[in-house]
């Protein structure tokens, strides 16, 4: 989305704004968010997480997040009835840029300068595609967590952008159990983690994301990624690997998909008493 969106925003002003929903800004007013917005000129549109950001020239900052159904289309041949239309930005070149969201989960958020580094600093990790990013600094985050691995990857504070989909598809990738403890991931199983992650990253962004249910592309085209999971939402079809089904589970409350021969609950290689004593005790419970 990011991709497909900084070229038709950088450089281009925001003409006029209209929030429609006051969800989207809340605790602040929606016409008083708008009047804000009005008259900024873009300087770049970036991303960090799973956050939008979209710099100012005037060093001010909106930063966007689109929850589970939120998504932002370009058009510059007007806009058809919406009923789950938020907001509306009207360019400087006439063309417009209309949030939609169905479940109103998204957020809008204007910052001030130099509020957004504290601000991410606090809710966002590493970004796991940054070149500075490596195995062992995966494995600090993961030290002396018992949380199971998928939980500890969900936490945005781990690592930044890894949602439920890309944590299943990195964990099959590396033949992690997703239920196993963060802390008992091995340097073997570390280095197939960090690949993982990323592989499964890089291809979602390649297929420009997955579209299930309401999600779209800002020029209205849909991402494909949801032809290439390997695991989520697969229960009961073949492993890609070995061709034994895929398992369906909760972890965390979420809906989680794996593949039990691939990916066994029990450490491979590892005798019960090599294990971590935290972990063996949780086991027995
Ligand atoms: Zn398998």
Redesign the pocket.
């Known amino acids: 989305m990011r991709a497909q969106l900084a070229p038709v925003l950088t450089g281009r002003r925001f003409e006029h704004v209209e929030i429609s929903d006051p969800r989207l800004v809340r605790p602040y007013e929606p016409a008083e968010v708008a009047a804000e917005l009005g008259g900024e000129r873009v300087a770049a549109v970036e991303r960090r997480g799973k956050y939008l950001i979209v710099r100012f020239e005037s060093k001010r900052v909106l930063l966007i997040h689109l929850r589970m159904t939120g998504s932002l289309r370009h058009t510059s041949t007007g806009l058809d009835e919406d009923p789950h239309r938020r907001a509306v930005v009207k360019l400087d070149d006439g063309s417009d840029v209309a949030y939609r969201d169905v479940r109103r989960f998204g957020t809008w958020l204007v910052l001030e300068p130099g509020e957004l580094e504290p601000y991410l600093a606090a809710r966002v990790g590493e970004e796991p595609l940054d070149a500075l990013f490596t195995a062992a600094r995966l494995g600090e985050r993961l030290e002396r967590r018992r949380a199971p691995i998928k939980a500890a990857l969900l936490d945005q504070r781990t690592l930044a952008g890894l949602g439920n989909i890309y944590v299943d598809e990195a964990l099959w990738r590396a033949r992690i159990h997703p239920l196993r403890p963060a802390e008992s991931i091995d340097r073997n199983e570390l280095r197939r983690l960090y690949k993982g992650i990323r592989a499964a990253l890089e291809a979602g962004i390649a297929r420009q994301g997955s579209t299930l249910r309401d999600y779209a592309l800002p020029d209205g085209g849909s991402g494909s990624m949801q032809h290439e999971f390997k695991v989520y939402g697969r229960g009961g079809e073949p492993?890609?690997?070995?061709?034994?089904p895929i398992a369906k589970t909760r972890v965390g409350g979420r809906g989680t998909w794996f593949?039990p021969?691939?990916?066994p609950e029990r450490q491979a290689g590892a005798s019960p008493s090599s294990r971590p004593s935290r972990s063996r005790r949780q086991s027995s419970v």
């Open positions: 492993c890609d690997r070995c061709g034994t593949c021969a691939c990916q």
